[in-house]
């Protein structure tokens, strides 16, 4: 089962390294990290490389496919090689996934439209440019299509599609493998829990850097 | 305030991942990511790269270190040079973390001799060989050094460890910029709440590759 997990510059690491620590424990993981050209990109704030083993064109038929998110998707939505690689591979694909803004991504490649799909709370409304109806839950499958919300988001939209792959129990053991049993020290990860303050404060920094 | 975010072959991508993407987040956060020498070091399973900009020697005094596991940590428990720094830079640090089995090459600098400590949870009777005492706890402050449990709970570490540094409402915005309000489609992610089944079953795969 080959798994290709899409990356580029200026994208957030978290977006693809959630799902892929779940994914790559799949049994029968092929999990390839594909960029434009193989080699490093760059994270959205310039920190971290991450280095891709395969160029998109050496990835034509992967299983499933997650597309992650970042300031830097947005040029993405532009971009006809990635755009024809992501309506390539979705015609084989068993999933088509995404995390965050890379939902942004699939919609300008067309495959969102008439789809309820997710992404990063503060980007909710351009889902609509797509043709795609917004929700805000976190994990949302429409068939084959996964989108999920932001950044975090990926880990609890990886171990469900573990689930749908492989079963429940093999789920379970992934999350047990990553001891993921979250205790977060706040309850402000949605804009629906977070103090009013704290999402004024971020709209209006997300808002400057759009 | 510098961060340096430790990373070698071997590693577990997520260990270090979740909590950059929280640290990076920080008011004046000057992140890096360092290695015995600058450039890519591969994860435990060899299917990502991750680039270092700096050498080991190159960041001599960060207000904050991360140390994150993997397989590769093993190693790092009798590697002199990560050790010596381990020790030089616990001398001048304002907080000195791990991640998983990075608490184990903590250990072996000697730096929880006499604390609790938690680490992966197969792993917790090791800390024992350190002067540690084991804690089930999934973030554990001793004074200035913080152990966090299993690969995802790095996430939790550093949104505790952000409140700390910048106080809880920019705690609140990270969480919120992350979108993380978990949650998993299962409640397995401890041994305590896992099936009998699925704990037995990582148990023996863990001792297969220990």
Chains 1, 2 share one sequence.
Not at 151 to 179: N, P, R, T
Not at 186 to 203: C, E, I, N, Q, Y
């Amino acid at each position: 089962m080959q798994i290709a997990c899409f990356i580029y510059d200026g994208i957030t690491a978290l977006d693809i390294v959630g799902p892929y620590e779940v994914l790559q424990r799949l049994p029968g993981a092929d999990l390839r990290f594909v960029a434009k050209e193989a080699g490093a990109v760059t994270t959205d704030n310039g920190l971290l490389g991450l280095v891709a083993r395969d160029a998109l064109r050496d990835v034509t038929a992967p299983d499933i496919v997650v597309v992650p998110g970042g300031w830097g998707s947005r040029a993405l939505e532009r971009d006809h090689e990635v755009l024809d690689w992501i309506r390539a591979v979705h015609t084989t694909s068993t999933w088509t996934t995404s995390v965050c803004t890379g939902s942004l991504v699939l919609g300008a490649a067309g495959v969102l439209d008439g789809l309820e799909a997710t992404t990063h709370w503060a980007q909710l409304e351009r889902l609509r440019e797509f043709g795609a109806t917004p929700t805000g839950r976190r994990v949302v499958p429409q068939g084959k299509v996964v989108t999920a919300a932001g950044v975090s988001s990926g880990i609890d939209m990886a171990l469900w599609l573990a689930a749908e792959v492989a079963g429940v129990e093999w789920a379970q053991g992934i999350q047990l493998g990553i001891e993921y049993d979250p205790q977060p020290p706040f309850d402000a990860g949605s804009p629906d829990k977070a103090p009013a303050a704290v999402v004024t404060m971020l709209r209006d920094l997300f808002a400057a850097r759009a």
